[in-house]
């Protein structure tokens, strides 16, 4: 069983930046590909980012302003959010792919393990 917790969400004006940070428990964490995705009310949870060894993906409507990266030493994933806009606003989650560190997964179901969330609201 591996745990994700979620720090860094809070509220911020429009043009803002944010950093979230994910620590999932386990020893093989370099092995797992890791994510974001993100769900506003009334919405479907939708992929943000992704990282493998050291390749990234995004969702279109963060590419450029939105970082995924990793440190393997800290067991640490972290979300760099910059000119944040009042659409961005959700609950953004941490997820973790077992053993597919090799690929770069955007599909909820490709994703094993899930954090609880944490809240990110951007005010015009």
């Known amino acids: 069983q591996v745990q994700l917790v979620e720090s860094g969400g809070g509220a911020v004006q429009a043009g803002g930046s944010l950093r979230l940070s994910c620590v999932p428990s386990?020893?093989?964490?370099?092995?797992?590909?890791m994510g974001w995705f993100r769900q506003a009310p009334g919405k479907e949870r939708e992929f943000v980012a992704a990282i493998g060894w050291s390749a990234t993906y995004y969702a279109d409507s963060v590419k450029g302003r939105f970082t995924i990266s990793r440190d393997n030493a800290k067991n640490t994933v972290y979300l760099q959010m910059n000119s944040l806009k009042p659409e961005d606003t959700a609950v953004y989650y941490c997820a973790a792919a077992i053993g597919r560190v090799g690929g770069l997964p955007s599909g909820r179901s490709e994703y094993d393990y899930w954090g609880q969330g944490t809240q990110v609201t951007v005010s015009s």
């Open positions: 386990g020893r093989t964490f370099r092995n797992y590909a």
